[in-house]
């Protein structure tokens, strides 16, 4: 009778056993992501912010593009992102259009893409954006 009772509780341990390590897989699974971030900041020709100018964020392969302005300080930031082949364009007014070389993103990174616009009005090509959040950064 003792070893029906055992074996029970036994194969009952195991199979709690193996839930937990199901659910904490799972867990894990669940924390990892695809997504990273494009950020930067435009400043002008004397290193003055440069507020709402336009930046968009085109996925090489699909063409789709995502637009948002500068904040006042010269900031732009493009959250979720999925991972792949991007370019970053910059307009304002005024200044010449920037656009940045081709550049992978890749999954829980940021991708830092810094321009300083020149007064004109022609397109400039300018580095590819960095791969760390912070380290050089490249100018136009």
Known sequence: MFNGVHNVCSAAVKLAVLCILFLASATALIGQTSLGSVEGL??????????????????TQTGITRTVPTNSEGHYNF????????????????????????????????????????????????????????????FV
């Not at 435009?42 to 996925?59: H, R």
């Not at 656009?99 to 999954?107: A, D, G, I, Q, T």
């Not at 400039?124 to 912070?134: E, I, L, N, P, V």
């Open 42 to 59: 435009i400043t002008d020709s004397s290193a003055a912010m440069v507020p709402g100018a336009e930046v968009t964020l085109t996925e």
């Open 79 to 138: 959250a979720d992102v999925q991972a792949g082949t991007y370019t970053v364009t910059v307009k304002m007014l005024g200044f010449r259009t920037v656009v940045s070389e081709p550049f992978l993103l890749e999954p829980t990174k940021t991708r830092m893409f810094d321009a300083q616009l020149q007064i004109g009005d022609t397109t400039t090509k300018a580095g590819s954006a960095d791969r760390r959040f912070c380290g050089p950064r490249f």
